[in-house]
């Protein structure tokens, strides 16, 4: 998950706001949430959302209207009809969907519970397997930073000291934030608590890097890295990381007391030889990471404020939601998407939506169809 400042927020069982999104999505009519949160491929989303929207139909009508090639309406079939989130009018033959069958798309409420459920188990299985990995290879990134001589660590009893201290260094950083945040999931109430920081710094310049884990299908910050990642923020993923971490600057580090209690605090260390090992840490870290894929990277030519708030529809949230989530106004929500509708000449919110799917799609594999055709696929 790319943010920094919310990987030092309280963790809890608030998940206020949850019931704000996935009831309105891109459509007027119907509720089309997205499955890629689950696993499902950006064409085979799509694919899924025209069969809701228009009902039976065959793979050349899809092809011809999301403008995606039939071998990849085919692929996204199958995969749909693995998930049991697609069905043809008859039996599959040799596991390939034909051309010449209707395909009609099962209820949102089933297929996403299915998944959900998959999902789910997955990601307990993991997060047991990853805290384990952790505490056996990181027991602590300072073994003991009250030994720092010359007042070089103090620390931050509890969360609350911790916010105050991490909202009054926010406020003067002006060159570089390094995080690394090992937490899968983040609640809407503990994103919106950071989010205000972390737009302050993007909005001054400050260069922000951030190393996180794959998140967990519990995770609620998904609008939020979208938000931030389309402001320039760099993230990167590993399957484990050595644990919280703050830099601010390369002056100023946090680092929690208790690794494993978030509710201990965390130690402020600005011993200069304690900083840059932590500096050096982050980077050789930085260095085995990779760009995990974002939920859906929007056409090339959007602005910011755009990217978000078209992202955010995709995902499910309301303009409700959305202006509440960005702090900003409906009324900014809908002269955004006018603006959109306008440039794509089309007339309502679901034939933006795959105006924007369709050009995604166009843009995001071309160097792959390319790679694909020369070897002959």
Request: proline content about 7%; aromatic content about 6%; some cysteine.
């Amino acid at each position: 998950m790319p943010t920094v400042y919310l990987a030092h927020v309280r963790s809890g069982t608030d998940r206020a706001g949850t019931g704000a999104r996935g009831e309105a999505g891109m459509l007027d009519t119907h509720v089309v949430p997205s499955l890629m949160k689950w696993g499902v491929s950006p064409h085979a989303d799509l694919v899924y959302r025209t069969l809701i929207a228009y009902g039976p139909w065959p793979v050349d009508s899809i092809s011809r209207s999301l403008e995606m090639r039939p071998r990849q309406v085919r692929a996204a079939l199958d995969e749909l009809a693995e998930l049991n989130a697609a069905v043809p009018d008859g039996p599959l033959s040799g596991g390939r969907a034909g051309d010449d069958r209707l395909w009609s798309s099962r209820p949102p409420a089933q297929v996403l519970s299915l998944l959900r459920d998959r999902h789910h188990r997955a990601a307990l299985a993991r997060e047991r397997l990853h805290h384990r990995l952790v505490r056996a290879s990181y027991p602590s990134l300072v073994p003991d930073p009250a030994r720092i001589l010359a007042g070089g660590a103090r620390p931050l009893e509890g969360v609350e000291q911790t916010m105050e201290r991490l909202a009054e260094v926010s406020a003067t950083e002006r060159h570089e934030n390094l995080g690394i945040n090992p937490e899968p999931a983040f609640s809407t109430a503990q994103v919106r608590a950071a989010a205000p920081m972390e737009r302050q710094s993007m909005a001054r310049g400050v260069v922000m890097r951030c190393l996180g884990v794959p998140a967990s299908a519990e995770d609620e910050s998904d609008w939020h890295d979208e938000e931030m990642r389309g402001h320039g923020l760099e993230y990167r993923e590993l399957s484990e990381v050595p644990g919280k971490l703050l830099i601010v600057d390369r002056a100023t580090a946090f680092v929690r007391i208790d690794p494993g209690n978030r509710a201990r605090g965390m130690w402020e260390i600005t011993a200069p030889d304690v900083v840059a090992d932590l500096v050096s840490l982050f980077f050789q870290q930085w260095a085995r990471a990779t760009e995990p894929a974002r939920f859906w990277t929007p056409p090339v030519g959007l602005t910011p404020r755009e990217n978000t708030v078209v992202v955010m529809l995709a995902m499910g949230y309301t303009d409700v939601a959305i202006a509440s989530n960005l702090d900003i106004s409906v009324r900014t929500i809908a002269y955004t998407l006018s603006g959109l509708m306008d440039r794509y000449a089309v007339t309502n919110r679901f034939q933006l939506g795959l105006r924007l799917g369709a050009e995604a799609a166009s843009q995001a594999p071309a160097g792959q169809t390319e790679a694909q055709e020369t070897n002959g696929e």
